[in-house]
């Protein structure tokens, strides 16, 4: 995957198909819990915006891009010292819900379409309870590995 795809679906400049062919076999499984994506970073710099996140439910909505890209997205924006958002928290939490379907919202359709709904102010974003330590277990691993330059 590389991170100048993703911004030029951002911006435009690139397809959902683009974005989707470029996340295919980023992902590698190593054992049951830990996996490794492949980011190739980009040097610029990008402010997510609300809008940039809708635009990825509507790829995924028109069936263009599919629903569980948005984990490998997800990731890659939290991981990333490229793309920012802007202290907005509704964003903010959505992107980490997409990073982790496993212990957040599974990514099929319905759950893209409150996703988006979320983004856009149609429906108020719920409040989580609080996750306790009691009985926690590492469910999943993944680790960013970049290519050298």
Known sequence: MRESILSLFFQGQATALDLANDLSGSR???SEIETIIQIEDMQERLVVTREMAVAL????LHENLPAESLSLIGFALMASDSFEYDGDDVLGDIIADWSA????YALNTENVRKFRAWLLDLEEYPTRPAIGKTGSQVISIWRKNSPEH
Not at 101 to 104: F, R, W, Y
């Open 101 to 104: 379907p496993e212990i957040n």
């Open 28 to 30: 590698k499984q190593i």
């Open 57 to 60: 439910c509507d790829a995924v």
